[in-house]
């Protein structure tokens, strides 16, 4: 992978990234912009988009004991309490406080492995507003530059707070291509999936099937469960836009054979191997290497084509990751 490939800002307009085409059943490969997709979409179709937003979930603060620096990285709420990703790790404890900008505190009252915590916060007021004053978008660590506008690392379409990265497939999607595809008969529905750890941690063991997933909070509404039940009966295409999309699809269809209106935890594993029940298509950007989201494209496709895939990327110089281009894999 050249690193100079690694996209480090979003471009000025969002739908006119690149777009590698990809005929799962001629494996043609074209090279488009993705403001070309409406051409590959008709009203047989339903878009099925990830609605989350992005918690500013980035907070930095100091031990009240010793005035260390720490990171936190919050990644998913529990109760009375939160999941975070501190670094470094080694400087917390259970009992270990921390100031955050005087703005609140939090406690660590269980650490568990790879830096993972549990912290209660004690704030006064609105917890998300303090959140907003304090926290930073929690940009991935291959980008080395500032984002300027902190609304580009979200989508146009993010509604339900809670996750702590972009689903970044949606992020090509800009209000004149969004209606252009409605005014196409193209239904779009949403569906919530909170990215948290089980999206964006690479798999690190030598069996991929030994790689513990963590789980992260999905929803479905009736309104979309109808209408995608009402899209499988009759025999539409489901479209997935990202990786999160196609989980939270994916999870519940194999569970419950249907759509349905659903709220609950997910820590599904898509990787080669696996049959797909309810997407028909995917949106998708080009991920990181060991990542599940790569080992999901290649359950989609096949490892062997996706890599190829890959190569004609490099190739022909798209960008990559959460600020890159995409690919449509029909």
């Known amino acids: 992978m050249p690193e100079e490939l690694i996209a480090q800002t979003p471009l000025e307009r969002r739908s006119t990234s690149k777009l590698l ?19 590959y979409l008709d009203s047989n179709d339903v878009l099925v988009l990830n609605n989350t937003k992005v918690l500013p979930s980035r907070i930095f603060g100091t031990k009240v004991d010793t005035n260390a620096n720490i990171e936190v990285l919050l990644l998913k709420e529990i109760e009375d309490y ?6 470094p790790a080694r ?11 005087n703005l609140f505190t939090g406690k660590i009252i269980n650490k568990l492995e790879d830096g993972l915590c549990y912290i209660k916060f004690i704030y006064e007021g609105v917890f998300l507003t303090l959140l907003e004053k304090l926290g930073q978008m ?22 339900d ?5 972009a689903p970044t497939a949606g992020l090509h999607f800009d209000q004149v291509l969004l209606e252009k595809i409605k005014n ?3 239904e779009i529905v949403y569906v919530t999936l909170h990215i948290g750890l089980g999206t964006f941690r690479s798999v690190s063991v030598d069996k991929i099937e030994d790689h513990k997933m963590h789980s992260e909070f999905y929803h479905m509404t009736q309104d979309a469960a109808d209408k995608l039940n009402k899209a499988k009966k009759n025999g539409k295409r489901i479209i997935s836009v990202g990786t999160t999309s196609t989980r939270t699809l994916e999870s519940i269809y ?3 054979n249907e759509f349905r209106e659903v709220s609950e935890d997910t820590n599904i594993f898509i990787y080669p191997g696996y049959k797909f029940k309810a ?22 496709y096949e490892k062997n084509k996706i890599m190829k895939v890959y190569e004609h990327a490099i190739k022909e110089k798209y960008r990559f990751f959460s600020f890159g281009d995409a690919m449509f894999l029909m």
């Not at 707070?161 to 990265?165: E, H, M, R, T, V």
């Open 91 to 101: 400087r917390v404890k259970v009992g270990t406080e921390i100031n955050f900008n």
């Open 21 to 39: 085409v990809v005929d799962r059943k001629t494996d043609k490969l074209e090279d488009k912009h993705f403001y070309d997709i409406i051409n």
């Open 82 to 87: 939160w999941e975070v990703l501190v670094k």
């Open 138 to 159: 929690p940009l991935p660590p291959y980008i080395h530059e500032k984002l300027k506008d902190q609304s580009r690392y979200q989508t146009i379409y993010a509604k």
């Open 184 to 186: 196409k008969g193209i």
């Open 279 to 300: 997407v028909d298509a995917l949106i998708t950007n080009f991920h990181l290497p060991k990542s599940t989201l790569i080992m999901l494209v290649s359950a989609f």
């Open 254 to 256: 194999g569970k419950y």
């Open 161 to 165: 707070l809670g996750s702590a990265a």
